[in-house]
């Protein structure tokens, strides 16, 4: 079965880094664009970071630019979200997601999250 299983978060004080995790099951890891949402309460779900299947091109929200770094190892199956500088509005529950197509249907999953709570 398919499994996006979150870990890292916690709580973490203004200024501070913290790195979350991905590890993914039940596809074909390699050949999918991997990105990191995030919520928080009251809030859409934003985009905060995509890392693609080929060439491992990355991009990142504007307010996450200098700050965060997206990562992955095709051969652990897992992506990372290197977080540095964090500010209390970076509070939200963070979210993998999976993304690939097999033509005319794009597969997208979903983890359960991580809480990322930053906070004196």
């Known amino acids: 079965q398919v499994q996006l299983v979150e870990s890292g978060g916690g709580l973490v004080q203004p200024g501070g880094s913290l790195r979350v995790s991905c590890v993914a099951s039940?596809?074909?890891?390699?050949?999918?664009?991997m990105s990191w949402y995030r919520q928080a309460p009251g809030k859409e779900r934003e985009l905060v970071a995509t890392?693609?299947?080929?060439?491992?091109?990355?991009i990142y929200a504007d307010s996450m630019k200098g700050r965060f770094t997206i990562s992955r190892d095709n051969a652990k199956n897992t992506v990372h979200l290197q977080m540095n500088s964090l500010k209390p509005e970076d509070t939200a529950v963070y979210y993998c997601?999976?993304?690939?197509?097999?033509?005319?249907?794009?597969?997208?999953?979903w983890g359960q999250g991580t809480q990322v709570t930053v906070s004196s």
């Open positions: 997601n999976a993304r690939g197509s097999r033509w005319p249907i794009t597969n997208v999953y």
């Open positions: 890392i693609t299947s080929v060439g491992n091109s990355t």
């Open positions: 039940g596809f074909t890891f390699s050949r999918y664009t």
